[in-house]
């Protein structure tokens, strides 16, 4: 059974960074939530105003995103069947591994402590039962590597010419790494030259990530259907029919009676007394 590994990478998910902790609207955020603000997930909905101290401050601070994502990708048919392991990788290269029988809340704010909570403890909800396991300084092509994958699919707009489902259906090998991008503006921050990868394009316009996952997903389900390509082919050459000698004519005519000596005739007759 072939096995998909889908990653979103370079995703939003940090943690306030220090450089704003100060900043009056992380300080009314975590006063209204009773936290310490460097251990609140940075969230653009509520930390916007203090982005512009930020680089990429246009598209940081993103969970939600990472939430709709992991939503769809664990309720898929393939994830129930066993076909599927699911990651995120973030911006700042920690890697979030997810354990396909994971229910995650499918209310955003319960999503969000409980990602702090994977922060502050690096597994939920313990060591014995490891659901979501936070492991730090994992760039993603280390990621990929760790999969040993025998091919690797990057949607991408600046892709080849070839469709998401022609890709996956004909993808090589029975363990297939599929990557997106989790963020709403620009491109990967990874170095994705490090990856052996085949770049498919989704169309001629920016689609939204949940968007993406679906359609990801849905290709899965159409791949599952159609019939695996066949192996290369390794018969040898047929060899070259020899031709058979044609068989020798029987002779109609019969040989003639041997002669009979002269010797043997007069054998035969008794001489007379």
């Known amino acids: 059974m072939r096995q998909y590994f889908l990653i979103l990478a370079d ?4 943690l306030v960074p220090t450089r704003i902790v100060e900043e009056r609207c992380v ?4 006063r209204a939530r009773n936290k310490i603000p ?3 997930l ?7 105003p203090a982005f512009r101290k930020l680089k990429d401050g ?10 709709m994502f992991l939503l769809l990708s664990l309720d898929s048919d393939a994830n129930a069947e066993g076909r599927l392991r699911v990651f995120v990788h973030t911006r700042n290269d920690d890697v979030v591994a997810v354990k396909p029988e994971t229910r995650l809340p499918p209310n955003y704010i319960r999503f969000v402590g409980l990602i702090e909570q994977l922060f502050d403890q690096q ?27 025998d091919s690797v699919l990057v949607l991408d707009p600046g892709g080849e010419e070839t469709s998401l489902q022609e890709a996956v259906s004909s993808a090589e090998g029975e363990r297939v790494v599929i990557i997106m991008g ?22 001629g316009r920016v689609l939204k990530v949940w968007t993406v996952a679906s359609k990801t997903l849905r290709a899965l389900e159409v ?20 031709a058979k000698k044609p068989a020798a004519k029987k002779s109609s005519a019969k040989k003639p009676a041997a002669k009979k000596s002269s010797g043997a005739r007069r054998a035969r007759k008794k001489p007379e007394e």
């Open 11 to 14: 995703a939003e998910l940090e």
């Open 42 to 48: 940075l969230d653009a909905s509520h930390h916007h």
């Open 123 to 149: 597994v939920v909800p313990s060591r014995e039962n490891a659901l979501l396991e936070l492991r730090h300084k994992a760039p993603l092509a280390t990621l990929v590597a760790a999969l040993k994958p």
């Open 58 to 67: 246009d598209r940081r601070g993103r969970p939600d995103l990472v939430h």
């Open 223 to 242: 791949a599952k259907s159609a019939p695996e390509p066949s192996p290369k082919s390794t018969k040898k050459k047929p060899a070259e029919p020899v």
């Open 38 to 40: 460097e251990k609140m």
């Open 182 to 203: 989790g963020f709403s503006k620009g491109t990967f921050s990874s170095d994705m030259s490090k990856l052996k990868a085949k770049r498919v394009p989704l169309g």
């Open 27 to 30: 300080l009314n955020s975590a």
